[in-house]
């Protein structure tokens, strides 16, 4: 018997999952909710690579026995990075690297080519209309080594089929899952708002969503300031992070929406946000399969979004809450005003959503999913 079928005979398959960071963001949770579940099954030895470390998940977080490593990259293109990863990847032999994110998508799958990995997994969690040509080019040579693809819509596979020119046979879609367990609130709504700091009287609209071009708070706060004008109890929590976090606040003041709308920065208290809403609204330009909607409907709270991504897919327009055309400012506030004077409606539609979201969006169903991909690669690889 050879030293690797030895190797291959007597240990768990290595699955090595590549992550830009392990913070509390979208991916970040969704990678963290995979690892539970994945460390769950028994199946696999399991280690994280990241980055960056943003709003750190602790190793305490973790489930027992998964390793967690920073390779700490920075510019554009950190060759260090990717020979240091290679190494590791090439001592520690992989049988499966799958990697999130560009950066992530980028350094995993070229140190798993170098390092001789046997099976790439990519997923790719977002619509990114932001890459030029030179990104997409990267993309499309590491395409050939990638054994699968996975996006978390079909807006996400459609952009993988038609910019990035994969065939569609090599994309699995595979939701991102919900955990409702997870936003529950022991307190009033009251408390939640008086925690929050927000005024007990006023209808409260809520927006989590990273502060950035991709998520178009001009159209949003243009939106709130025209829902001010045609409901005068209402208030607007914005949560987020990132580059435009500045320019979000001047036009705040320069529409005049200072003590109409409430900026914080990026927190870890969801769940109470979410108990002190009464809707839920975004306005991005392109998106994946939105953490904020799920979280928001999972909450019990209607969502009024713009149709960019997967949110279509989540949303079901006129049950569920509303979707309109991207940068229509007019439609997103005529949907939330609705909502706003019809308190009924917003609570059945908050209703149906929890129960969407319930039945078709759990984590486990997540995770058995990817784990059946995992398992069919493995097989299709013992096979050959």
């Known amino acids: 018997m050879t030293d690797t079928m030895a190797h291959g005979m007597h240990r768990r398959p290595r699955l090595f999952l590549v992550v830009d960071d392990m913070g509390w963001g979208g991916t970040g949770r969704q990678v963290f909710d995979l690892i539970k579940g994945l460390a769950g099954s028994g199946r696999y030895d399991i280690s994280i690579y990241y980055f960056r470390e943003v709003d750190f998940v602790s190793t305490a977080e973790l489930p027992a026995g998964v390793r967690l490593r920073c390779f700490p990259q920075s510019g554009k293109l950190d060759l260090r990075c990717i020979a240091r990863l290679t190494r590791e990847f090439r001592n520690e032999r992989p049988d499966i690297v799958h990697t999130f994110l560009f950066t992530s998508d980028t350094y995993g799958r070229i140190a798993a080519v170098l390092s001789g990995t046997p099976i790439i997994v990519s997923s790719v969690r977002n619509v990114d209309l932001w890459k030029n040509s030179s990104h997409v080019f990267v993309d499309r040579a590491l395409a050939p080594f990638t054994a699968r693809f996975l996006a978390n819509a079909q807006a996400v596979k459609r952009f993988l089929v038609e910019r990035e020119r994969i065939a569609p046979e090599r994309i699995g879609v595979i939701y991102n899952g919900i955990d409702p367990e997870r936003l529950r609130v022991t307190g009033a709504r009251e408390e939640a708002l008086w925690s929050l700091g927000l005024p007990p009287d006023k209808k409260v609209v809520l927006n989590i969503s990273r502060f950035s071009t991709q998520k178009d708070y001009p159209t949003f706060l243009k939106a709130a300031a025209s829902v001010k004008n045609s409901f005068e109890g209402v208030h607007f929590l914005v949560a987020g992070r990132g580059e435009r976090e500045e320019a979000v606040r001047r036009e705040v003041a320069r529409i005049g929406l200072e003590g109409t709308v409430t900026i914080m920065a990026k927190r870890h208290d969801v769940p109470e946000m979410l108990a002190a809403s009464d809707i839920c609204s975004f306005a991005p330009v392109y998106e994946g399969c939105s953490n904020f909607v799920m979280e928001s409907m999972a909450a019990g709270k209607p969502v009024v979004a713009t149709d960019a991504g997967g949110n279509r897919e989540l949303i079901v327009d006129g049950k569920t809450g509303y979707?309109?055309?991207?940068?229509?400012?007019?439609?997103?506030?005529?949907?939330?005003?609705?909502?706003?004077?019809d308190p009924g409606l917003a609570q059945r539609m908050g209703a149906a959503g929890k129960g969407r979201m319930e039945r078709d969006f759990p984590v486990q169903k997540m995770v058995d999913e990817t784990l059946a991909v995992y398992e069919s690669l493995l097989a299709a690889r013992r096979s050959r």
């Open 323 to 341: 979707v309109v055309p991207v940068r229509d400012a007019d439609a997103l506030a005529e949907r939330i005003v609705r909502l706003l004077k």
